[in-house]
Nanobody
């Protein structure tokens, strides 16, 4: 049974920073294609950042230069460093791992969250005021 557990969310003032962590239970899954997605009340889920097994990344335009996605395969851990946070970043943030994906499909997943089947965590709330 694959599990993804997020942590690190919270409430911060605009301009502050948070680091989200996602702990995966499965090494193979965590080493392949993973990403961070978010959903604000009344809005659709959107891709924030994804990373494929070679370490290539893709980001939403709204977070480029402020957020950084990274992972440590040996520790089955995914991170999202969020700096210069804005009120519009307020949302529930979800960690996800694709069941299978080519290198390119993984990066395309960022723009199309429903494109790949996989596993999702329960989410961690980020509130920026």
């Amino acid at each position: 049974h694959v599990q993804l557990v997020e942590s690190g969310g919270g409430s911060v003032q605009a301009g502050g920073s948070l680091r989200l962590t996602c702990q995966a239970s499965d090494y193979t899954l965590s080493a392949n294609c993973m990403g961070w997605f978010r959903q604000a009340p009344g809005k659709e889920r959107e891709g924030v950042a994804v990373i494929n097994r070679r370490g290539s990344t893709a980001y939403a335009e709204s977070v480029k230069g402020r957020f950084t996605i990274s992972k440590i395969n040996a520790e089955k851990t995914l991170y999202l460093q969020m700096n210069s946070l804005k009120p519009e970043d307020t949302a529930m943030y979800y960690c996800a791992a694709a069941a299978s994906a080519t290198l390119l499909r993984c990066l395309q997943w960022r723009a199309n969250p429903n494109q790949l089947g996989g596993y999702w965590g329960q989410g961690t709330q980020v509130t920026v005021s």
